[in-house]
């Protein structure tokens, strides 16, 4: 229970590194599951999700070494799993409850073992994120499925079925979901609806280089013939295209000048483009982007979140926080998550001038300044917002439950230190 602490009113100057994707390192991490053959994935970034799927990991009997190395300029690590034959196929509700993309061990342990039990995940608290698209799919492959004690219960008699699979939503989770289970499942599955983030394309990388027969990356459509066997790999994954459109708006927001090192830019694509629209200068580099917005008068701009290649979910709250020092008025509209606005309230204890509109809507009006205060995280991304707010807020603001911080950002006072922000953690004694 940190709390971070934050002085406002510094522009930001200088260079921050972008870590590994934590998006694509849970699924790619629980892909090592699929083969009883080492796999090493490298640029795994240090962070308290990783912690806590090892933790899974090393239940289901895993073995695991991990290495810290330089790469690209910044330290990170390298890890390798070796799962020869696990030793349990549970994965129990005190793993499952601190992180959802626990429920990455699904596919692959039920595909390869043919029997999972998984608890009923958890996670940020940004609404019903129901695991009902995995389920009906599995069970369209052939897997029999019960919901037992808060748990669910999932057997198949000899190997998934090919199947042909329409999802009703694009499922990220669901499509990596389906993707590692059919990789060995018996015949072909295609995916209607797939989700065509980046993330899951770098799964795909992995899992072909694994020996799967996968067809149809970044797009909706995906095909996978199963095989009988996969083998290790090294695979390298992306870097963080929601850390790096995090530090883009901490630019804007301070009016500062700060290179994105390492950044996929290629992947922010309608961020950046909403970014250059409120003033903000937009460069491309060798290595990622610069965002420039030094002597500049931001004006809001409307956001509308979708699936990628649209407006990313996980930067809605970053780019709320942008609007409420910019001019004029603009329409934040969440159309992924039914209660991803929980950190308006911490934002009006600042000072924001916001009104939300039933569960999906909220107009947003920019003012003069924010004036500091306590507040409290309450998902992942909702925290970076604070810190954001913070950061231009008169006076001091303290943070509180940053934990949600430690789950997706690295190094997170480091990197802002090393860019100008006056931040600080508070450690609270256990």
């Not at 129990?92 to 999972?116: I, N």
């Not at 009906?136 to 042909?164: C, F, P, T, W």
């Not at 970076?384 to 807020?393: D, E, Q, S, W, Y």
Request: with cysteine; net charge negative; charged share 20%.
């Amino acid at each position: 229970m940190d709390k971070i602490k934050i002085i406002g009113g510094k522009p930001l100057f200088g260079k921050v590194y972008i870590s590994g994707a934590k998006n694509t390192a849970l699924p790619i991490i629980c892909a090592s599951l699929l083969t009883d053959e080492p796999v090493t994935i490298q640029n795994i970034p240090f962070l308290s999700d990783i912690k806590s799927l090892n933790a899974l990991l090393l239940q289901i009997g895993t073995n695991i070494e991990e290495k810290a190395e330089e790469r690209n300029g910044h330290l990170t690590q390298t890890i390798t799993y070796h799962t020869p034959q696990p030793t349990s196929l549970v994965a129990p509700y005190d793993y499952v409850r601190k992180m959802r993309a626990s429920y990455y061990v699904l596919g692959p342990l039920l595909t390869k073992y043919g029997h999972v039990e998984l608890s009923l995940p958890g996670g940020c608290a940004i609404g019903a994120r129901p695991m009902d698209i995995h389920l009906s799919s599995l069970e369209q492959m052939g897997a029999k499925i019960e919901i037992k004690n808060g748990y669910v219960v999932a057997d198949i008699d000899g190997r998934l079925k090919g199947a042909h699979v329409a999802f009703h939503s694009a499922s990220v989770g669901a499509t990596c979901n389906i993707l590692m289970a059919a990789a060995l499942a018996e015949g072909t599955t295609v995916i209607e609806n797939a989700a065509k983030e980046p993330e899951i394309a770098d799964l795909i990388d992995v899992l072909n280089k694994m020996g799967a027969q996968i067809e149809g990356a970044n797009t909706s459509t995906l095909t996978i013939h199963g095989v009988e066997k996969l083998h290790g790999v090294t695979h390298e994954i992306i870097n963080d295209r929601i850390e790096a459109g995090s530090y883009a708006v901490a630019a804007a927001i301070t009016h500062g000048r700060v290179e994105l090192v390492n950044a996929p830019a290629q992947y922010l694509q309608t961020p950046l483009d909403i970014l250059r629209k409120t003033g903000a200068k937009v460069e491309m580099t060798d290595t990622g982007f610069i965002v420039d917005a030094q002597n500049v008068k931001l004006v809001g701009q409307d956001v509308f979140t979708d699936y990628y290649p649209g407006f990313p979910t996980d930067l809605q709250a970053q780019f709320m926080a942008l609007m409420c020092v910019s001019e004029g008025a603009a329409m934040i509209t969440e159309s992924i998550w039914e209660n991803r606005f929980m950190h308006v309230p911490e934002l009006m204890r600042m000072g924001a001038n916001i009104n939300v509109h039933g569960h999906a809507s909220a107009i947003v009006r920019g003012v003069e300044k924010l004036s500091a205060a306590p507040v409290m995280s309450t998902d992942l991304r909702a925290s970076f917002a604070l810190i954001l707010a913070g950061l231009v807020a008169e006076g001091e603001t303290i943070v509180n439950r940053v934990y949600h911080l430690d789950r997706g950002y690295e190094h997170l006072e480091e990197k802002f230190k090393a860019i100008g922000a006056d931040i600080e953690r508070i450690k609270i004694p256990d």
